[in-house]
């Protein structure tokens, strides 16, 4: 019990940034403001039962900055027992008299689900209220589930209206916000120019994440020349202000732009392309989906190029394997990536773009490695592509970044299957003894999980299972009596986290990841 009370009361410290005790930053009422020095422990002026009964009096004359007090002491447990109703009350009561942080507060209670069921739609409309009853914290929060689609839709445009209103008012983090969107072109055409200006307005106003996003815009050269001393000037200021992000990207080797096209890489428009070829473009390309073959079935080999937010630049390129199975509309198949996970997927072609049906994938994130991260599958747009000996589906895929609730950057695949000369049927390399290893389900919720792949001969195979720091979680050497396609159940009773599975056969080793929830 004591567990869930201090939770609770660490969530509601969240009320603490925005002045809570005073709508004003100079309070008129000397009373309220004796009765706010006598609730600081360690003082000579503490005295938390004379300045709760000042609170009650002033709440009782109908001062509604009092009633918001009496809110935050009982949410905080301040020289009163913890009582989280009655702090909802209070901020209830302030909030009829218009008195706008009591807004704010009663927004954070909903959005966390503390004392009060969750609702992120009652959250947003609170967030709204307090905005406009001058709040500036409201601005920030309100846009920022518009700009999630949380308790409200998704709405960039609105997000952007929001931020502009909140900058207007002086909000530092709004102005911010709105080289956000610019930066990653969501809702505006994406344009590190603008990102830029915002965050160097941001910045001149002590916004860390302003000051963070200047060091990386010239780390790796969005929208300025390359400068790494420049890069370091900001990481380290947004460093010393806090921000763990800033000492994560100091540490790192290589910038995420290792490998620049340009030393000063300027967003442009891109078009969309009818016709593509089998090379990997060196800035993304926008695809028109042409899939004029009647059946795509096939295990494919290729890459994952991962662009920058303008499309200008590779950042990374991933090998996948990709087994697609095709009746009519319906693709069903089986996705593995080299630095992510392996999974089963469904999906729809339709004319214009290929729908994937509730496909996730988790892949590691840059700054926070070795913790993955969760993608949604979202859509395709691929063209067929042959050659005398092969068939290649090439364009865009767009993840979903169910976290951040917004697009993965833009994304391009290149995949090819070898086609016999009489039948057009895939051929499978044959010199892969095992192939297409497959954890599912994934993440793993029991106590087991089965283990599927492809078996082209006989051979002895075993696995290892190790934690991200490389200890030994689990071995098993794996029994087959057939050939074709295998499937083994394996006990696996281990602490939630991630894994790495290696399966080996002769002098070769396959690597996936296994997710254990």
Same mark, same amino acid.
């Given at each position: 019990?004591?567990?869930?009370?201090?939770?609770r009361i660490?969530l509601l410290?969240?009320l603490g940034?925005?002045?809570c005790f005073?709508?004003t930053?100079?309070?008129?009422?000397?009373?309220?403001?004796t009765?706010?020095?006598?609730?600081?422990?360690?003082?000579?002026?503490y005295?938390?039962?004379?300045a709760?009964?000042?609170?009650?009096l002033? &709440?009782?004359? +109908? @001062?509604?900055?009092a009633?918001?007090g009496l %809110?935050?002491? #009982?949410?905080? /447990?301040m *020289? !009163?027992p913890?009582?989280?109703?009655?702090?909802l009350?209070?901020?209830?009561?302030a909030?009829?008299?218009?008195?706008a942080?009591?807004y704010?507060?009663?927004?954070?209670?909903y959005?966390?689900?503390?004392?009060v069921t969750k609702?992120?739609?009652k959250?947003?409309a609170?967030?709204e209220?307090?905005?406009k009853?001058?709040?500036?914290?409201?601005?920030?929060c309100?846009g920022e589930?518009?700009k999630?689609?949380?308790?409200?839709?998704?709405?960039?445009?609105l997000?952007?209206?929001?931020f502009q209103?909140g900058?207007?008012?002086g909000d530092e983090h709004?102005?911010y916000?709105?080289?956000y969107?610019?930066?990653?072109g969501f809702?505006?055409?994406?344009?590190?120019?603008?990102a830029?200006?915002?965050?160097?307005?941001? &910045?001149?106003? +002590? @916004?860390?994440m302003g000051i963070y996003?200047? %060091?990386?815009? #010239?780390r790796? /050269?969005? *929208? !300025?020349?390359?400068d790494?001393?420049?890069?370091k000037?900001?990481f380290?200021?947004?460093?010393?202000?806090?921000?763990?992000?800033?000492?994560?990207e100091?540490?790192?080797?290589?910038a995420?732009?290792a490998?620049?096209?340009?030393?000063k890489?300027?967003s442009?428009?891109?078009?969309?392309?009818e016709?593509?070829t089998t090379?990997?473009?060196?800035?993304y390309?926008?695809?028109k989906q042409?899939?004029?073959?009647?059946?795509?079935?096939g295990i494919?080999?290729g890459h994952l190029?991962?662009y920058?937010?303008?499309?200008?630049?590779i950042?990374?390129?991933?090998?996948?394997?990709?087994?697609?199975?095709?009746?009519?509309?319906?693709?069903?198949?089986i996705?593995?990536?080299?630095?992510?996970?392996?999974?089963?997927?469904?999906a729809?072609m339709?004319?214009?773009f290929?729908?994937?049906?509730?496909?996730?994938?988790?892949r590691?994130?840059?700054y926070?490695?070795?913790?993955?991260?969760?993608?949604?599958?979202n859509e395709?747009k691929?063209?067929?592509l042959t050659?005398?000996?092969?068939?290649y589906l090439a364009?865009?895929?767009?993840?979903y970044?169910?976290k951040q609730?917004?697009?993965?950057?833009?994304?391009?695949?290149?995949?090819?299957r070898?086609i016999?000369?009489d039948?057009?049927e895939?051929?499978?390399?044959?010199n892969?003894?095992v192939?297409?290893?497959?954890v599912?389900?994934?993440?793993?919720?029991?106590?087991?999980?089965?283990?599927?792949f492809e078996?082209?001969?006989q051979?002895?195979i075993?696995i290892?299972?190790?934690d991200f720091t490389?200890?030994?979680?689990?071995?098993?050497?794996?029994?087959?009596?057939t050939l074709?396609?295998?499937?083994q159940n394996?006990?696996?009773?281990?602490?939630?986290?991630?894994y790495?599975?290696n399966?080996?056969y002769?002098?070769?080793?396959?690597k996936?990841?296994?997710?254990?929830?």
């Amino acid at each position: 019990m004591k567990k869930t009370i201090k939770t609770r009361i660490s969530l509601l410290l969240l009320l603490g940034t925005v002045h809570c005790f005073s709508q004003t930053e100079t309070n008129q009422n000397t009373e309220l403001t004796t009765a706010r020095l006598q609730l600081i422990e360690g003082t000579s002026n503490y005295n938390p039962e004379a300045a709760l009964a000042t609170y009650l009096l002033q &709440a009782a004359q +109908g @001062n509604a900055e009092a009633m918001n007090g009496l %809110g935050l002491i #009982y949410s905080r /447990g301040m *020289g !009163v027992p913890v009582n989280e109703a009655l702090a909802l009350e209070w901020f209830e009561k302030a909030a009829q008299n218009g008195y706008a942080k009591s807004y704010y507060n009663i927004a954070i209670l909903y959005k966390k689900g503390v004392s009060v069921t969750k609702d992120l739609t009652k959250a947003a409309a609170y967030f709204e209220k307090a905005a406009k009853s001058g709040c500036n914290d409201g601005w920030i929060c309100w846009g920022e589930m518009a700009k999630d689609g949380q308790g409200i839709p998704q709405d960039y445009t609105l997000a952007m209206s929001i931020f502009q209103q909140g900058a207007n008012n002086g909000d530092e983090h709004c102005i911010y916000a709105q080289g956000y969107l610019y930066y990653k072109g969501f809702g505006v055409p994406q344009d590190y120019n603008k990102a830029i200006e915002f965050f160097q307005q941001a &910045a001149d106003k +002590g @916004n860390v994440m302003g000051i963070y996003m200047l %060091g990386y815009c #010239y780390r790796n /050269g969005y *929208g !300025v020349t390359i400068d790494a001393e420049k890069a370091k000037y900001w990481f380290t200021k947004a460093a010393d202000l806090g921000l763990k992000r800033a000492n994560i990207e100091l540490a790192q080797p290589l910038a995420e732009n290792a490998a620049p096209n340009q030393t000063k890489t300027v967003s442009t428009t891109i078009p969309e392309v009818e016709n593509i070829t089998t090379e990997i473009p060196k800035k993304y390309k926008k695809v028109k989906q042409k899939i004029n073959k009647s059946d795509i079935s096939g295990i494919y080999t290729g890459h994952l190029m991962r662009y920058d937010w303008s499309g200008q630049n590779i950042l990374s390129t991933t090998p996948i394997k990709v087994t697609l199975d095709q009746e009519g509309e319906a693709l069903t198949g089986i996705w593995v990536e080299q630095e992510g996970d392996s999974i089963a997927f469904k999906a729809t072609m339709k004319k214009k773009f290929i729908e994937f049906d509730d496909s996730k994938i988790d892949r590691l994130n840059r700054y926070q490695e070795p913790i993955l991260e969760t993608y949604k599958f979202n859509e395709a747009k691929l063209q067929v592509l042959t050659t005398e000996d092969a068939l290649y589906l090439a364009g865009n895929l767009q993840l979903y970044n169910i976290k951040q609730h917004e697009n993965e950057k833009p994304m391009y695949v290149i995949l090819k299957r070898k086609i016999t000369a009489d039948e057009n049927e895939p051929n499978p390399a044959a010199n892969e003894i095992v192939s297409q290893l497959v954890v599912y389900p994934n993440p793993v919720t029991s106590t087991s999980f089965k283990l599927s792949f492809e078996l082209a001969e006989q051979t002895d195979i075993s696995i290892r299972i190790y934690d991200f720091t490389g200890f030994l979680v689990a071995k098993q050497k794996l029994t087959t009596t057939t050939l074709g396609l295998q499937e083994q159940n394996i006990a696996f009773d281990a602490p939630l986290g991630n894994y790495i599975l290696n399966l080996y056969y002769g002098n070769e080793v396959i690597k996936t990841i296994l997710i254990k929830k």
